[in-house]
């Protein structure tokens, strides 16, 4: 089955850096999409990027341009999440997940159908 | 303030029907699919409608999606207690060079 194992909680200092990583299993890793959402306590889902293991293009929300990496390994079929700079701000729950991408007629279908259980990253001094 | 727009909670009793609207512009829902994601309390989301109305395996058919122009709606019918939980749609952008976009959720109260 389909699975997403996430990296165990962090705590960073503000200015810091946190690589979040997501192992997936169940799947050829290199034919599907990871994506990166983050949720602060009580908020909503705020989507950060997208990574093609494959190809290694990533697209990324502007909001998060310049302080944002991802990254992939495939011989460990792991993807990672680098955010830099940290601010108090960046405290939340980071979630990977599958996506699957395909053109249409013109027309993009693109959803999120597997998803990591979560990572906290608490920023604190 | 987010790209798609939801009301922020709705409610029903055991049994009822609900319906939850997603509202956004040409860009998103109405050049792409729509999918729909289920977040129980403490829990990651959970994709419960793909391609504007399509069920993955497993998710009851109590659920339905629906697209019209620029506007989504997730319907639920007999609501259950096991059903109170945040909804929320998503839909890629096509403007600038393409980002995924949420809406701002709907807290589904079953009273």
């Known amino acids: 089955q389909v699975q997403l194992v996430q990296s165990g909680a962090e705590v960073m200092e503000p200015g810091a850096s946190v690589k979040v990583s997501c192992q997936a299993s169940g799947y050829t890793f290199t034919k599907y999409e990871i994506t990166w959402v983050r949720q602060a306590s009580g908020q909503g889902l705020e989507w950060m990027g997208w990574m093609n293991p494959n190809t290694d293009n990533t697209g990324y929300a502007q909001k998060f341009q310049g302080r944002v990496t991802l990254t992939r390994k495939t011989s460990i079929t792991t993807a990672y999440m680098e955010l830099s700079n940290l601010g108090f701000d960046d405290t939340a729950v980071y979630y990977c997940?599958?996506?699957?991408?395909?053109?249409?007629?013109?027309?993009?279908?693109?959803?999120?159908?597997?998803w990591g259980h979560g990572t906290l990253v608490t920023v604190s001094s | 303030q987010s790209v798609l727009t939801q009301p922020p909670s709705v409610s029903a009793a055991p049994g009822q029907n609900v319906t939850i609207s997603c509202s956004g512009s040409?860009?998103?829902?109405?050049?792409?699919?729509v999918s729909w994601y289920q977040q129980l309390p403490g829990t990651a989301p959970k994709l419960l409608i793909f391609?504007?109305?399509d069920r993955p395996s497993g998710v009851p058919d109590r659920f339905s999606g629906s697209k019209s122009g620029t506007s989504a709606t997730l319907g639920i019918t007999g609501l259950q207690t096991g059903d109170e939980a945040d909804y929320y749609c998503?839909?890629?952008?096509?403007?600038?060079?393409?980002?995924?976009?949420f809406g701002g959720g709907t807290k589904l109260t079953v009273l």
């Open positions: 997940a599958r996506g699957r991408r395909t053109l249409v007629r013109g027309v993009l279908r693109y959803h999120f159908d597997y």
């Open positions: 391609d504007n109305s």
């Open positions: 998503g839909s890629w952008d096509s403007s600038l060079s393409g980002v995924w976009v």
């Open positions: 040409s860009s998103n829902i109405g050049d792409n699919y």
